[in-house]
């Protein structure tokens, strides 16, 4: 369901009347944020603690997560795909992914620097590009519109916007950045969902979530976070103690978000091989803490690409 106010939205939440986003599983029970307490700030919203923050929307990362069903057809798919075709998730190809970079504001508000842009691009390529990803600046696009600033997932703003401003999603990794209501720092669109709404693809960042933005999400990592889901990967807590998770051997399983700089002891599934992946990227920790992506998370990307994004340049 979709709120006109992300202040209503928060109330409803906090008093119980609506849903954190894992509850949309119908067989897996919403996580329980341990980080209570501490006073939060992001950009202009002050929060009770980073619990608040995230219940905002459910989760801090918009990306609508797929449901049980469409994880297991896609997983059918991509255990058929690597068996008829394992070369082409090699890495030693890489993919040369032009980034058309959609910097949306209102007035001067959320107008990114151009040392902003290329310092995001060269992050992507910091974490990606020894793994068969690299990326380039192909455009670079400002538009002042105060409606599609503030653009909400599943919105006509959100389609509005890209139906404006996207170019070939078949071929180009279109991001878009604004002032996103609430808690909201991001969300991407994954492989699977290119062929049904090609103009929805892409990846839409907060603008005080890129370098140089507002801590503890200023380091840019919010954007290699989405890239990451927009190549095919899942939150490293998806499914939380139960099998398969994220679909990826080597990451550990993680009962659910864990935020700011948590231990390196942590395990939330004790039960189950290995500690919490507490550095990756496809947790929710703070920037300063996410530096990791696994082998196992490269291969599962390389051939979600190969097999749902295949005009890209390779």
């Known amino acids: ?20 986003a894992k509850a949309d599983h119908a067989d897996q029970e919403a996580p329980q944020y341990k980080n209570a ?6 950009h202009k919203n002050t929060y009770k603690d980073q619990r608040q923050f995230a219940l905002v929307y459910g989760l801090v990362c918009g990306t609508r997560p ?7 057809s896609v997983h059918v798919r991509s255990e058929a795909f690597r068996k008829t075709s394992p070369t082409l998730a090699n890495a030693a190809s890489p993919y040369k992914i032009p980034v058309q970079f959609h910097v949306i504001t209102d007035g001067t508000t959320g107008k990114l620097t151009g040392t902003q842009i290329d310092q995001q691009i060269d992050l992507l390529n910091t974490v990606y590009k020894s ?93 290699v976070h989405e890239v990451g889901h927009w190549l095919g990967l899942l939150h490293t ?12 051997d080597d990451t550990p399983a993680q009962a659910e978000p864990e935020w700011e700089t948590p231990s390196e002891d942590t395990d939330t599934c004790p039960s ?14 703070d920037d300063v803490w996410r530096n990791q992506i696994t082998t196992g998370q490269v291969t599962r990307s390389r051939e979600q690409v190969a097999q749902y994004r295949k005009k890209l340049p390779h």
């Not at 979709?2 to 119980?16: E, H, N, R, T």
């Not at 062929?195 to 960042?205: I, M, S």
């Not at 807590?237 to 990826?248: A, I, L, Q, R, W």
Request: proline share 7%; hydrophobic share 40%; aromatic share 12%.
């Open 1 to 20: 369901m979709l709120f006109a106010s992300s202040a209503m939205y928060l109330l409803m939440v906090m008093a119980g009347a609506v849903p954190s």
């Open 37 to 42: 307490g501490k006073e939060f700030r992001f």
């Open 66 to 72: 797929p449901s049980r069903a469409q994880l297991r």
């Open 131 to 223: 793994h068969g990803f690299v990326f380039h600046k192909a455009a670079v696009t400002y538009t002042d519109n105060a409606d599609w600033f503030t653009m909400d997932i599943d919105t006509p703003e959100e389609t509005a916007a890209k139906d404006a401003l996207g170019v070939d999603t078949q071929r180009n990794l279109n991001i878009y950045t604004g002032d996103l209501p609430g808690g909201l720092l991001g969300w991407a669109r994954f492989p699977w969902e290119l062929a049904a709404n090609p103009k929805n693809d892409g990846v839409v960042l907060h603008y005080k979530a890129v370098p140089g933005g507002d801590a503890p999400y200023h380091q840019g990592k919010t954007g």
């Open 237 to 248: 807590f998806e499914g939380g103690c139960s099998e398969p998770g994220d679909y990826v």
């Open 272 to 285: 189950m091989p290995g500690k919490d992946p507490v550095h990756n990227y496809m947790n929710y920790t």
